[in-house]
């Protein structure tokens, strides 16, 4: 399993984390996704069919692009 942490600058509010959280929980592979809007920072764990390259391009579909990778 991989777990990242991105910088979403876009999160402002509980309905953005729920989003989020909701809409990459989705995601098949996705095991775990937790958006944190005082940090703005959201931590996801996936395995494969899920990739960097798949949760970054729904999160940018959904208006909550990730600005940066924090840990991988």
Do not use: W
Request: glycine fraction near 6%; charged fraction near 20%.
């Amino acid at each position: 399993m991989t777990t990242v942490t991105y910088t979403i600058p876009a999160i402002h509010c509980g309905h953005c984390t729920h989003t989020i959280e909701m809409e990459l929980g989705e995601l098949q592979g996705v095991q775990s996704v937790k958006a944190d809007e005082a940090t703005k920072k959201v931590v996801i764990a996936f395995d494969a069919p899920a990739d960097e390259t798949r949760i970054k391009a729904l999160l940018a579909e959904i208006n909550y692009p990730a600005e940066g990778l924090i840990t991988l």
